[in-house]
């Protein structure tokens, strides 16, 4: 790692550090879009059980994120995928969020509220397929994924 020997507070600082500050800082304007994050509730999500009744207390969908982000969708094919007899298409994105949002979790359903460059993709569902891992992290990315429409096998 290279380090600086002087800086404008008198201390040492690393110029990675100061790297990373930078990158921050041109992803901060590229975030055009809005979305919000919601955490879906599966079969799992019972809750607590009433020791009482025996019923489980019922559960909600949690808000995880509301706010800037970007929305890139994939230039690759849609992907049909065949369940029994049902044909499901489906296109990827790539999804950015600040570096400083919460923590994200897959199957997790993006909404995208607001579209500068997009307006068709405002009020789209996507689900969280993928994190990617950034060792500096200078912004989020998640591989999103939205269905398109079913059809009938042939």
């Not at 790297?19 to 509730?41: G, K, M, N, S, Y």
């Not at 009433?50 to 509301?66: N, W």
Request: proline share 3%.
């Amino acid at each position: 790692m290279l380090w600086a020997s002087e800086s404008g507070t008198g201390g040492i600082v690393s110029i990675a550090s100061d790297a990373v500050a930078v990158f921050r800082t041109e992803w901060a304007d590229r975030f055009v879009d809005a979305c919000q994050i919601v955490d879906t509730l599966n079969d799992t999500d019972r809750g607590v059980m009433d020791p009482d009744t025996y019923q489980y207390d019922t559960q909600t969908a949690g808000v995880i994120y509301t706010g800037e982000c970007l929305l890139r969708t994939a230039d690759l094919d849609d992907i049909a995928k065949v369940y029994g007899q049902q044909a499901v298409t489906f296109t990827g994105g790539d999804l950015y969020l600040p570096f400083d949002s919460p923590a994200v979790d897959l199957d997790q359903l993006v909404t995208v509220t607001a579209s500068v460059r997009d307006p068709q993709l405002v009020g789209t569902a996507w689900v969280i397929r993928s994190i990617i891992k950034d060792a500096y992290v200078t912004r989020r990315k998640i591989i999103v994924e939205h269905n398109l429409g079913t059809g009938i096998a042939h």
